[in-house]
T-cell receptor, first 110, second 111 residues
């Protein structure tokens, strides 16, 4: 079974803090993705990575960065959290075109 | 025009009936098609993949693909209250590494 885990289910941070969201997959997948999901806006791609140290911007990369130092781990970084980054963050990894999602992190920025 | 379109619903279906969910896409080069189920507060779960024209059945679920008409559908037979969820359609263009998702259709199965 495909297993994607995320470091936290719920997170509360203050405006201006640096926030790290971590995602780990145990299937040796090359491709990993970070999305955010907001009511009425659907799933939006923030960044994705197709190999270690390789990354590409998605549709809404502003205010975010990513790190992929090891194949199994893909981190999303909010450099200076803002209230408009309050959202559900979803990590996914891909195998044979199929994407499998982690449980999600609900981030609240106050 | 949105790349992947779904009726947002809500779609209400009586228990035991067939639920029919539809999705259209704009890119004729699309090659891979997926249906995800998402319960409220949870992450999307992949339930069906389809890559060629026709029907693909898995238990109570049937995915149908018509590339000429650029639509993909999901049928749920013998609908159960546990099928109540939002269903997301996702499409992958050949050579692209990312999926394009529809907004999702909220399905409610009434006992």
């Amino acid at each position: 079974d495909v297993k994607v885990t995320q470091s936290s289910r719920y997170l509360v941070k203050r405006t201006g803090e640096k926030v790290f969201l971590e995602c780990v997959q145990d299937m040796d997948h090359e491709n990993m993705f970070w999305y955010r999901q907001d009511p009425g806006l659907g799933l939006r791609l923030i960044y994705f990575s197709y190999d270690v140290k390789m990354k590409e911007k998605g549709d809404i990369p502003e205010g975010y960065s990513v790190s992929r130092e090891k194949k199994e781990r893909f981190s999303l970084i909010l450099e200076s959290a803002s209230t408009n980054q309050t959202s559900m963050y979803l990590c996914a990894s891909r195998f044979n075109y199929e994407q499998y999602f982690g449980p999600g992190t609900r981030l609240t920025v106050t | 025009q949105k790349e992947v379109e779904q009726n947002s619903g809500p779609l209400s279906v009586p228990e035991g009936a067939i639920a029919s969910l539809n999705c259209t896409y704009s890119d004729r080069g699309s090659q891979s098609f997926f249906w995800y189920r998402q319960y409220s507060g949870k992450s999307p779960e992949l339930i069906m993949s389809i890559y060629s024209n026709g029907d693909k059945e898995d238990g109570r679920f049937t995915a149908q693909l018509n590339k000429a008409s650029q639509y993909v559908s999901l049928l749920i037979r013998d609908s159960q209250p546990s099928d109540s969820a939002t269903y997301l359609c996702a499409v992958n263009t050949q050579g692209a590494q990312k999926l394009v998702f529809g907004q999702g259709t909220r399905l409610t199965i009434n006992p």
